[in-house]
T-cell receptor, first 113, second 114 residues
């Protein structure tokens, strides 16, 4: 019930391409869906987040698409750059749950020249 | 956004000893959390650090093993007690920014237990 399933586990994209990472959840009480970016030796950094009242949110090259009926959300990285190479985690939480985040399993993205 | 300073950044410890990890936030946060991240894995919530009261632990984590303190709104510690090699992991603290409700993380403590 509390799981967030993330795919793919790893992803290789050419510079300038689109990176797409998908997540699915079970708990319909989740109402906050952030994406975190983590570089080796660093803590996760919030990249972008969405609430279920909108279907899409864009910030620069990063877009979250949200499908409430399918209980899925995805991260799209447009014009992917080598500096985007990192591990990406989706997560979910609910206000009533004290904002405790449940994380996906992570996607290791490598952007090649 | 608020910034969390976490220390130590890494440590190598002997089996049976204890290590205390400190987190200092540069502004007041309503909630602080402690996570564990095993190599190449996702983040697992250990506990919610409550200001002035006992922490709230997640299933599988107990106070005797992971005592937590939070004496004020900007500081918390996590102790990993009676360590074994299975405790080798990255430990991360996080805080909820009162200004924008976003959760942010410290840079983590990489612990190796021999």
């Amino acid at each position: 019930q509390q799981q967030v399933k993330q795919s793919p586990q790893s992803l290789i994209v050419q510079k300038g391409g689109i990176s797409i990472i998908n997540c699915a959840y079970e708990n319909t009480a989740f109402d906050y869906f952030p994406w975190y970016q983590q570089f080796p030796g660093k803590g996760p950094a919030l990249l972008i987040a969405i609430r279920p009242d909108v279907s899409e949110k864009k910030e620069g090259r990063f877009t979250i698409s949200f499908n409430k009926s399918a209980k899925q959300f995805s991260l799209h990285i447009m014009d992917s750059q080598p500096g985007d190479s990192a591990t990406y985690f989706c997560a979910a939480s609910m206000l009533g749950g004290g904002n405790k985040l449940t994380f996906g399993t992570g996607t290791q993205l490598k952007v090649e020249l | 956004s608020a910034v969390i300073s976490q220390k130590p950044s890494r440590d190598i410890c002997q089996r049976g000893t204890s290590l205390t990890i400190q987190c200092q936030v540069d502004s007041q946060v309503t909630m602080m959390f402690w996570y564990r991240q095993q190599p190449g894995q996702s983040l697992t919530l250990i506990a919610t650090a409550n200001q002035g009261s006992e922490a709230t632990y997640e299933s599988g984590f107990v106070i005797d093993k992971f005592p937590i303190s939070r004496p004020n709104l900007t500081f918390s510690t996590l102790t990993v007690s009676n360590m074994s090699p299975e405790d080798s992991s990255i430990y991360l603290c996080s805080g909820r920014d009162t200004a924008n409700e976003k959760l942010f993380f410290g840079s983590g403590t990489q612990l190796s237990v021999l």
